[in-house]
């Protein structure tokens, strides 16, 4: 049974990092996977991709050259590595996967396109 469990949300102040983690059952080495973010009021956002290889990847401006992501598909693992976290990026952060490998840009990247979704990991950042 396929399924996406993420870790390593927590409470950190302003300037901080964190990684999160998604820990994924079934074959999810040959999908695309991504990180979506949902804070209060707000709907669901992609935040960062990458490809089934990891060879390529695609970044939200909001997080682009504060985060990388990054997967082991030895492991079954996706990473997200977010630093400089600032209190905008408070949400609940949701690895998500669907059965297209590739990954060009972010446009289509939607949340009722994917395939699987996790329950949620959140994030709080405070000032």
């Known amino acids: 049974q396929e399924q996406l469990v993420e870790s390593g949300g927590g409470l950190v102040q302003a300037g901080d990092s964190l990684r999160l983690s998604c820990a994924a059952s079934g074959p999810f080495s040959t999908y695309s996977m991504g990180w979506f973010r949902q804070a209060p009021g707000k709907e669901r956002v992609v935040v960062a991709a990458?490809?089934?290889?990891?060879?390529?990847?695609a970044y939200a401006d909001s997080v682009k050259g504060r985060s990388t992501i990054s997967r082991d598909n030895a492991k079954n693992t996706v990473y997200l590595q977010m630093n400089s976290l600032k209190p905008e990026d408070t949400a609940v952060y949701y690895c998500?996967?669907?059965?297209?490998?590739?990954?060009?840009?972010?446009?289509?990247?939607?949340?009722?396109?994917?395939?699987?979704w996790g329950k949620g990991t959140l994030v709080t950042v405070s000032s």
């Open positions: 990458i490809s089934w290889s990891g060879g390529t990847t």
């Open positions: 998500a996967a669907r059965r297209n490998r590739y990954v060009v840009g972010l446009s289509t990247w939607t949340s009722s396109s994917m395939d699987y």
